[in-house]
Nanobody
């Protein structure tokens, strides 16, 4: 079992930055790929970024160059640094753990709200 708890969301002006954290319980964190997804009101959940066990990263085109995913296996934590935020980044951001960056993702956190004002 892996339990995930996100933090770091909030309200920020367009152009600002936020760093999301996802703390994982369990001893298998380092063996898991981790990812961030987001869901805006009235829209389907979409992939944001993923990081493999070895640190290889993948990003959605919409966030490439602005967001950075990283992980600290000693702290069982994955981060999402979000810079140059846009109003269209407003969503609930959830972290997830899976076997590979391609999935399946079988553990999910409760999500944290990110709101970007124009």
């Amino acid at each position: 079992q892996v339990q995930l708890v996100e933090s770091g969301g909030g309200l920020v002006q367009a152009g600002g930055s936020l760093r999301l954290s996802c703390a994982a319980s369990g001893r298998t964190f380092s063996n898991r790929a981790m990812a961030w997804f987001r869901q805006a009101p009235g829209k389907e959940r979409e992939f944001v970024a993923a990081i493999s066990r070895g640190g290889t990263t993948q990003y959605a085109d919409s966030v490439k160059g602005r967001f950075t995913i990283s992980r600290d296996n000693a702290k069982n934590t994955v981060y999402l640094q979000m810079n140059s935020l846009k109003p269209e980044d407003t969503a609930v951001y959830s972290c997830t753990a899976g076997r590979t960056v391609a999935g399946p993702y079988d553990y999910w956190g409760q999500g944290t709200q990110v709101t970007v004002s124009s």
